[in-house]
Antibody, heavy 121, light 110 residues
Framework: QITLTESGPTLVKPTQTLTLTCTFSGFSLTTRGVGVGWIRQPPGKALEWLALIYWDDDQRYSPFLNSRLSITRDTSKNRVVLTMTNMDPVDTATYYC?????????????WGQGTLVTVSS | QSALTQPRSVSGSPGQSVTISCTGTSSDVGTYDSVSWYQHRPGKAPKLMIYDVSRRPSGVPDRFSGSRSGNTASLTISGLQAEDETDYYCCSYAGSYTWVFGTGTTVTVL
C-alpha cells in the first residue's frame, strides 16, 4: 500500500525559505520508472505542478518557479524534500506530494492529503 | 503555460450521465496522450480516476471514462451516484518535463 505524508511549517514569513518533507511508504524511489512530485493549490485556485524527482535522481522543475525550487531525496529514509526560497503571500497554498509512475509520460497516481502553508508576516 | 480550462460546475440527477471538458492547447492536451483525471474531496488526497486519456486504474468503477478530441479531453461519469459529488481536475503532460492542471469542476448530484 502506497502512502505519502507531507510535513513542514504551517506559517512562514515573507522572504523566508520553505522546507517541506514528503515521507512515503509502500515503494522505493530507486525503482525504475518511479518518482515523487510536488503540486500545490492556492485557496480557491487551480492545482499547479511544481517539481518531480525521478528514480535516477533526475530533477525537473516548473519553468515559472525554477529559480526558487529545489527537490532532493533521501532513499534510505524514504523521504523527498522540497525547498522554496523567497516565499511570498501568493505562495499560500496546500502543498501535496505524489507518487509518480512512468507510463507514456509520468502520471501522479497516489497523493498525500496535503499540508496548508500560509505566508504572512 | 496556462491552466487547462474546465467548466466551474456540472450537475445531473442520479443515474444520468455528466461530461466534464478539459480544454488545453496543441502544446499539451492536443499533442500528448497523457491526460489524467483526479477526484478530489476537500481535505482528502486526490484520487486518480483516469490516466493516459482513457485508461482506468484498478478499482475505479467503469462508470468513469475518458476521451479526447483535438485539444479537449473529457471525463464522463455514467450512472451518476450521490457519492460522485465532489471536485474533479484534469492534468496533461505539457512537454519538456512539465505538467499542467485544469481549473477544476464541481459535480453536483441533484
Amino acid at each position: 500500500q502506497i502512502t505519502l505524508t507531507e510535513s513542514g511549517p504551517t506559517l512562514v514569513k515573507p522572504t523566508q525559505t520553505l522546507t517541506l518533507t514528503c515521507t512515503f511508504s509502500g515503494f522505493s524511489l530507486t525503482t525504475r520508472g518511479v518518482g515523487v512530485g510536488w503540486i500545490r493549490q492556492p485557496p480557491g485556485k487551480a492545482l499547479e505542478w511544481l517539481a518531480l524527482i525521478y528514480w535516477d535522481d533526475d530533477q525537473r522543475y516548473s519553468p515559472f518557479l525554477n529559480s526558487r525550487l529545489s527537490i532532493t531525496r533521501d532513499t534510505s529514509k524514504n523521504r523527498v524534500v522540497l525547498t522554496m526560497t523567497n516565499m511570498d503571500p501568493v505562495d499560500t497554498a496546500t502543498y501535496y506530494c505524489a507518487h509518480s509512475l512512468l507510463t507514456r509520460y509520468s502520471i501522479y497516481d497516489y497523493w498525500g492529503q496535503g499540508t496548508l502553508v500560509t505566508v504572512s508576516s | 503555460q496556462s491552466a487547462l480550462t474546465q467548466p466551474r460546475s456540472v450537475s445531473g440527477s442520479p443515474g444520468q450521465s455528466v461530461t466534464i471538458s478539459c480544454t488545453g492547447t496543441s502544446s499539451d492536451v492536443g499533442t500528448y496522450d497523457s491526460v489524467s483525471w483526479y477526484q478530489h474531496r476537500p481535505g482528502k488526497a486526490p484520487k486518480l480516476m483516469i490516466y493516459d486519456v482513457s485508461r482506468r486504474p484498478s478499482g475505479v468503477p467503469d462508470r468513469f471514462s475518458g476521451s479526447r478530441s483535438g485539444n479537449t479531453a473529457s471525463l464522463t461519469i455514467s450512472g451518476l451516484q450521490a457519492e460522485d459529488e465532489t471536485d474533479y481536475y484534469c492534468c496533461s503532460y505539457a512537454g519538456s518535463y512539465t505538467w499542467v492542471f485544469g481549473t477544476g469542476t464541481t459535480v453536483t448530484v441533484l
